[in-house]
């Protein structure tokens, strides 16, 4: 993992007029280079000085760098070697405290709490804001600007997702909104705390996320985004007038900008930055630097035309995929050879979504599933179904 970061302050505060802005004033730098065995599921402080993570190489315990100096510093302690972990973290705008989610160790159904702990010199205990009860997940998170509340993404697994805030102080919990089954919903509290975006899937057989603004009291609710691409809301622009979206509208990934006023959509989507992949990113800074981590590897799912008695290639081979380069894998060909399957790395609950690509016209859809993990593929000569190598409560092969 590399984690880099996209300065386009000048794009964002304000543009005038942005495509220009973009071409001149976008730099992209790399911050950390040797990310080794951490997750992308941190955040960035508002300064940009410090990012938390969780380190793989160490259990699954919540972590915390300083980009200045290079230092990196464990912040909790599992019980016993990783059945508990930290999930996804977010700093407080004040950076001093971080909000994250805590995997506890059971017999039962998967439950992730609130927790909270305070940044400071000496070593604290992480205080639990809220537990939602036995098989019920905590997820994204984003703290309000004052710090006194955190809005986040909860699921029980069947009933679908809701959107609600947290207090810090006393852990009430409201609810903003239900939204049904989503593939993996993302939340953003807006600059000045008033509304919250999120992205959602349409359904099951429409996984392909749209962007959502509703008013944290309930007032009103818009829809920003909602079209047939792929559309994965990152965050505000430092001053509210912009929601920042990963999309691949054109075909490619890239990051866009939707202008708005008092909350609503006013003109068309603006690309500022073609040609990159920054899943959610890690958070916007106040000087409008956006920091997101790159997977990198080796490993690349390519494509070509084979002579079977020679072994020979007859074409170059070439990416099949050109988004999550390095995290795709299990290539399988349908029985009449017009498309094939793959497992595509993903954040959030769904380990890897499993993609049908035509190799006709190159449209992809992806196929809704619930299993925890996936490893691999096999596509019967019926062609009707995918068995899956996967993981739910069980090991096993599951047609999908």
């Known amino acids: ?3 880099l970061v996209i300065g386009f302050g000048p794009v964002l505060n304000p543009p005038s007029p942005i495509a220009q802005a973009a071409q001149d004033g976008v730099r992209t730098e790399v911050v950390w280079q040797q990310a080794k065995a951490i997750s992308p599921q941190g955040s960035v402080s508002a300064d940009g000085k ?6 793989w190489g160490d259990l699954g315990n919540l972590a915390i760098r300083n980009l200045e100096t290079g230092e990196n510093r464990r912040l909790t302690q599992t019980a016993d070697s ?10 407080s705008p004040d950076g001093k405290q971080v909000v994250y989610g805590w995997d506890l160790p059971g017999p039962g159904p998967e439950t992730i ?7 400071g010199g000496a070593a604290e205990q992480p205080r639990t804001i809220w537990n939602p009860g036995e098989g019920r997940k905590v997820l994204h998170l984003d703290w309000f600007p004052d710090g006194d509340r955190i809005a986040a993404v909860v699921t029980s697994g069947q009933s679908g997702y809701q959107i609600v805030t947290v207090s810090v102080r006393d852990g009430d ?22 509304h919250i975006a999120y992205s959602r899937s349409a359904s099951r057989e429409q996984p392909a996320k749209d962007i959502f603004v509703v008013a944290v009291d309930g007032s009103s609710e818009s829809t920003v985004i909602e079209q047939a691409a792929n559309d994965e809301l990152v965050g505000w622009s430092p ?4 929601l920042i979206i990963n999309s691949d509208r054109s ?3 890239g990051l866009w900008v939707q202008p708005l006023e008092n909350a609503e959509p006013v003109g068309q989507l603006q690309l500022i930055v073609p040609n990159v992949d920054v899943g959610a990113g890690m958070g916007v800074t106040t000087d409008g630097s956006l920091y997101y981590p790159v997977r990198v590897s080796a490993r690349r799912l390519k494509i070509a035309e084979i002579d079977m008695r020679t072994g020979k290639f007859l074409t170059k081979p070439k990416n099949a995929v050109e988004r999550f380069v390095g995290r795709n894998s299990g290539g399988e060909f349908s029985p009449d050879g017009e498309e094939f399957a793959y497992l595509s790395g993903r954040e959030g609950w769904n380990d890897r979504a499993i993609v049908v690509r035509s190799l006709v016209t190159g449209e992809e859809r992806e196929v809704p599933h619930d299993l925890r993990y996936t490893f691999s593929l096999i596509w019967p000569p019926d062609g009707e179904s995918l068995l899956v190598e996967g993981k739910d409560d069980r090991w096993g092969l599951r047609p999908v």
Do not use: C, H, N
């Open 113 to 119: 709490e609130l927790r909270l702990l305070r940044l």
């Open 239 to 242: 001053k509210g007038d912009y």
């Open 50 to 55: 410090f990012v938390t993570y969780v380190d």
């Open 82 to 91: 990783g059945s508990v972990f930290a999930m996804y973290s977010r700093i």
């Open 1 to 3: 993992m590399v984690l």
């Open 173 to 194: 919990v409201r609810q903003i909104r239900s939204i049904g089954w989503s593939d993996d919903p993302r939340v953003r509290v807006s600059p000045d705390g008033r």
């Open 251 to 253: 075909g490619k990934p």
